[in-house]
T-cell receptor, first 116, second 113 residues
Framework: DTGVSQNPRHKITKRGQNVTFRCDPI?????LYWYRQTLGQGPEFLTY????????KSRLLSDRFSAERPKGSFSTLEIQRTEQGDSAMYLCASSLETGGTNTEAFFGQGTRLTVV | KQEVTQIPAALSVPEGENLVLNCSFT??????LQWFRQDPGKGLTSLLL?????REQTSGRLNASLDKSSGRSTLYIAASQPGDSATYLC????????????FGTGTRLTVIP
């Protein structure tokens, strides 16, 4: 499968626990994005990487959230001390940015987080 | 701040009908606009990407138009099928500032057999 892959697909955790999600982008893509989507809403931007550099973080990304892309390939998103308000679908997307105009973003299937 | 609105929020049509979904955005300085499809509990599937310099894009039964000056895009679906039932999201990318996509809340389409 050459698309964007996210694991796990579903995660149920108790409030206060830490969780980590993984995203494997399309292999030649240099940009990787994390979004969060709650029920009935469109995805909201969290952060993005250009290769291994984290270039932008949204105000939604509190200090309990951390993201890494250590070798410019896969990325992880960790949420510490989870709260019920963190329950959402976490989506990863990747794109190839070469200075051209086609920057189509491709999304993974998401990780559905439920905090109980 | 870029705001994206999609109307209607939900739409139900009989199979075979042609339909139009609407998307509007407040900041016309966009880099591109992308239409996605999302099935319940799933991720997003890219349908069409329109560059800021383009006026429309077509893929099969889908046609997307872009009027940047008025801040509008439409997604036209011809001869709708029950398999088209899903939520359709539009998203814009700006020229400056944030490199992310700004999404609307989507139109939930139901095609009745």
């Amino acid at each position: 499968d050459t698309g964007v892959s996210q694991n796990p697909r579903h995660k149920i955790t108790k409030r206060g626990q830490n969780v980590t999600f993984r995203c494997d982008p399309i292999s030649e893509h240099n940009r990787l994005y994390w979004y969060r989507q709650t029920l009935g809403q469109g995805p909201e931007f969290l952060t993005y990487f250009q290769n291994e550099a984290q270039l932008e973080k949204s105000r939604l990304l509190s200090d309990r959230f951390s993201a890494e892309r250590p070798k410019g390939s896969f990325s992880t998103l960790e949420i510490q001390r989870t709260e019920q308000g963190d329950s959402a679908m976490y989506l990863c997307a990747s794109s190839l940015e070469t200075g051209g105009t086609n920057t189509e973003a491709f999304f993974g299937q998401g990780t559905r987080l439920t905090v109980v | 701040k870029q705001e994206v609105t999609q109307i209607p929020a939900a739409l139900s049509v009989p199979e075979g009908e042609n339909l139009v979904l609407n998307c509007s955005f407040t900041d016309s300085a966009i880099y591109n606009l992308q239409w996605f499809r999302q099935d319940p509990g799933k991720g997003l599937t890219s349908l069409l990407l329109i560059q800021s310099s383009q006026r429309e894009q077509t893929s099969g039964r889908l046609n997307a138009s872009l009027d940047k000056s008025s801040g509008r895009s439409t997604l036209y679906i011809a001869a709708s099928q029950p398999g088209d039932s899903a939520t359709y999201l539009c998203a814009v990318k700006r020229w400056t500032g944030a490199n992310n996509l700004f999404f609307g809340t989507g139109t939930r389409l139901t095609v009745i057999p």
